[in-house]
């Protein structure tokens, strides 16, 4: 199944991209490696969910319990959130700078 139309990248091309060794371990490793999320974005939380959630494809490194757990998970989620509005916000501001100017 495919998970980027936009480059053609199945299911399995992102699984052997996480396996391999020294293989990708988060989307943006993902798009350097076959630049799946790139475009329209679309795709980013189905290949966020093979990387992180699909039980076929293991998380590199400590298990949940090891780093925190399911906790710390959401703390992260929810700072890169607060960036991610941030960043829009600031993009926005400039653009209002911009346009003032």
């Known amino acids: 199944m495919y998970v980027c139309n936009c480059f053609g990248v199945t299911e399995d091309q992102v699984k052997q991209h996480a396996a391999a060794v020294g293989g990708a371990c988060t989307p943006r490793q993902i798009a350097s490696a076959c630049k ?5 974005g679309s ?3 189905r290949i966020q969910a093979l990387l992180g959630r699909g039980e076929s494809v293991p998380r590199r490194g400590s ?19 607060v960036e991610t509005v941030q960043a829009v916000e600031t993009v926005q501001a400039a653009g209002d700078e911009a346009v003032a100017a």
């Not at 298990?63 to 959130?81: D, F, K």
């Open 36 to 40: 799946a999320g790139t475009d329209c």
């Open 43 to 45: 795709c980013v939380r």
């Open 63 to 81: 298990s949940l319990e090891a780093v925190g757990g399911v906790e710390s998970v959401r703390t992260v989620e929810a700072v890169r959130s």
